[in-house]
């Protein structure tokens, strides 16, 4: 096998072994994370929860993520981002599982938090230590589109398996109990699998010939010494950069939008047409499945063409027409097509933007900046959810919060044309007398 075969062949086989695992924790992660939203649809009755209290429980996650951000993915940088990744599953598994049995609005706080909390860092630990380890530089977007095309998936299986639940009593169980006892159960599983089938780092990847191993091996070294060259990252000087404090800026803007829109999206649907559950559920699915195929479109066109800031913030402008124009109809199927414009936007361009830190860091600045990023963006999770449930409780109406996300996500596709257009070019450098070790 030639040079160019190996590394067609080592550039292929990540898929399967890497990005499937990682497509499927972010599937379950996903449907843990947003069943509250469909919960909400007879738990709030059932427990007495107002808008505003239900609103602060669904934002109240993103404390618990906010704090262990950075630590967790440190500490998977590190060690082993496959037993960080494993630790994350079990540990959210658990504590979504006991969703089931609060009823208080101080026991919902609590178990939003520690959930947040169980799964802080998973998503730094795939952008900065996963990906980077098996993918070069300009494939990332690509690889990254795939994986991340779980969180349509996860809507898209996830809605109508959530509208059905809610409507199921079982062993004394209502349906929002059942629902949260269901999806709890993949986590767990799948947290003992991942530690078998994902491998930390080239070198150790069974699956992966002797040829293939030292190409990847290479090639993350390779870039890992340019990036050095141009300029050498500590953490604490990539967590102070300028182009890392934008990103934390305008993903806390872009989250806003985009919690606030997954978290309220089918109560307010509800609202404005009265249909039922499991109606809002196929509704909302078909939304997640015209959102997917944008995505891997702008995954590819962004690989493609090697350009990253007109594909993000052209997709935040049209997310903010959506959710503008959903404040303004009360016509089911005009929100139904604005719910959709909003679902497009705020999700495909997620590939994009993750593959961007990579692209000027790596090792443990990349890890502890892409957890700054998401940590302090992911405020933006608990500011979306709470404010619309406050002004919906002020005024009655949802329009005003609406009409608030819309403005948050034209800010963030702003800020995002505000980026480098340019980034430093990674050429690989000389080959070292002595190669570093991965780790360093």
């Not at 340019?226 to 500590?234: D, E, F, H, I, N």
């Not at 702008?298 to 997310?319: D, I, L, P, Q, Y």
Request: net charge positive.
């Amino acid at each position: 096998m030639d040079g160019r075969e190996v590394a067609a062949s080592a550039r292929r086989k990540p898929y399967l072994n890497v990005v499937l695992p990682l497509f499927v924790i972010s599937v379950i992660a996903y449907v843990d994370r947003v069943n509250i939203s469909y919960a909400a649809l007879t738990m709030n009755a059932d427990l007495g929860f107002s808008a505003q209290v239900f609103g602060a429980g669904a934002g109240i996650f993103f404390a618990g993520y906010f704090l262990f951000e950075i630590p967790g993915a440190l500490l998977a940088e590190r060690y082993s981002p496959r037993l960080w990744l494993a630790r994350i599953m079990i540990s959210w598994g658990v504590v979504s599982g006991l969703m089931a049995f609060m009823r208080s609005a101080w026991q919902f706080y609590l178990l939003r938090f520690l959930l947040g909390a169980a799964e802080a860092s998973l998503y730094p630990v795939i952008y900065a230590s996963c990906i980077p380890r098996w993918f070069a530089a300009p494939d990332r977007a690509r690889a990254i589109a795939v994986l991340l095309s779980s969180l349509q998936v996860a809507g898209v299986i996830g809605a109508p398996l959530a509208g059905w639940l809610t409507g199921v009593s079982l062993l004394g169980f209502r349906g929002w109990q059942i629902l949260f006892l269901v999806e709890a159960v993949p986590a767990v599983l799948f947290g003992v699998i991942v530690v078998f089938w994902m491998a930390d780092w080239p070198r150790q990847a069974r699956w992966l010939s002797a040829a293939e191993r030292d190409h990847l091996t290479l090639q993350y070294e390779r870039e890992v010494l340019a990036k050095r060259a141009v300029r050498p990252y500590s953490v604490l000087e990539a967590l102070r950069d300028r182009e890392v404090m934008k990103l934390c800026l305008t993903y806390f803007l872009w989250v806003t939008g985009f919690w606030g829109f997954n978290y309220w999206m089918p109560t307010v649907l509800k609202d404005v047409s009265g249909w039922s559950n499991a109606a809002i559920g196929r509704v909302f699915a078909l939304a997640m499945l015209v959102s997917l195929l944008a995505s891997l479109y702008t995954g590819h066109s962004s690989s493609k063409r090697n350009e990253k800031r007109w594909h993000a913030a052209t997709h935040m402008f049209v997310a903010a027409i959506g959710m503008a124009g959903g404040a303004l109809t009360r016509d089911p199927w005009p929100f139904v097509a604005c719910m959709t414009l909003a679902a497009v936007g705020t999700y495909a361009p997620m590939s994009v933007w993750w593959s961007y830190p990579t692209t000027f860091l790596s090792g443990a600045a990349a890890a502890g900046a892409v957890g700054l990023v998401n940590s302090m963006g992911n405020l933006g999770g608990f500011v979306g959810p709470y404010l619309t449930g406050w002004v919906r409780e002020s005024t009655g109406s949802f329009a005003a919060a609406m009409l608030y996300l819309a403005l948050s996500l034209l800010a963030a596709g702003l800020l995002i044309l505000t980026l480098r257009k340019t980034l430093p070019t990674l050429s690989a450098p000389a080959p070292a007398t002595r190669r570093p070790s991965p780790g360093a």
